[in-house]
């Protein structure tokens, strides 16, 4: 079974750009959460879909937008890039909603120049 | 502000030793409190603790969690190169659905 897969790995955008990063949830699962991970800190909650919802948002600008299609698969939207936007982006996903059963995936590495 | 603090920050032995890891965490609604590993990017999980006192064992890693101290440490015994990681803990509540995660522990193991 393939885990958690995340595209693309690494990434380079300029300031001011948009940049979509992508997440395919274990099979069968139907949540997908996203983490950003500034280097040096712990993740930090973005979004969490479960059955295409909106099911939690953390303390983001709205700069950051997301959506879960119906094959379960998820997509990071970052608008109107900035420098401090430079991050691991992780993608987690569970059976359910909550954090029960979370497998992260190897993360996104945008850098942001 | 629910909050996770994580010390040391950083920690280098030699292999062989025995290192403690803590986490302290200060989250409303306390559900569980969980310890990854993280490597390069993914972090993998090692424990969930729900309960004070009981002490989770994975060969030479360990862990326990306290919930008077709102606390918990990650004991790894007879360390080895492969044990160099940042060590995450996270911690979830009854309402909500994202963990709260302390800063991590980077920990360097030298030959």
């Known amino acids: 079974d393939a885990g958690v897969t995340q595209s693309p790995t690494h990434l380079i955008k300029t300031r001011g750009q948009q940049v979509t990063l992508r997440c395919s949830p274990i099979s069968g699962h139907k949540s997908v959460s996203w983490y950003q991970q500034v280097l040096g800190q712990g993740p930090q909650f973005i979004f969490q879909y479960y059955e295409k919802e909106e099911r939690g948002r953390g303390n983001f600008p709205d700069r950051f937008s997301a959506r879960q299609f119906p094959n379960y698969s998820s997509e990071l939207n970052v608008n109107a890039l900035l420098l401090g936007d430079s991050a691991l982006y992780l993608c987690a996903s569970s059976s359910g909603t909550g954090t029960y059963g979370y497998t992260f995936g190897s993360g996104t590495r945008l850098t942001v120049v | 502000e629910d909050k996770v603090v994580q010390s040391p920050l950083s920690l280098v032995v030699h292999e062989g030793d025995t290192v403690t890891l803590n986490c302290s965490y200060e989250?409303?609604?306390?559900?569980?409190l969980l310890w990854y590993k993280q490597e390069k990017k993914a972090p993998t999980f090692l424990f969930m603790l729900?309960?004070?006192?009981i002490e989770k064992k994975s060969g030479r890693l360990s862990s326990i969690l306290d919930k008077k101290e709102l606390s918990s440490i990650l004991n790894i015994t007879a360390t080895q190169t492969g044990d160099s990681a940042i060590y995450l803990c996270?911690?979830?509540?009854?309402?909500?659905?994202?963990?709260?995660f302390g800063t991590g522990t980077s920990l360097t193991v030298i030959p």
């Open positions: 996270a911690v979830a509540a009854n309402t909500g659905n994202q963990f709260y």
């Open positions: 989250v409303t609604n306390f559900r569980s």
């Open positions: 729900t309960s004070s006192g």
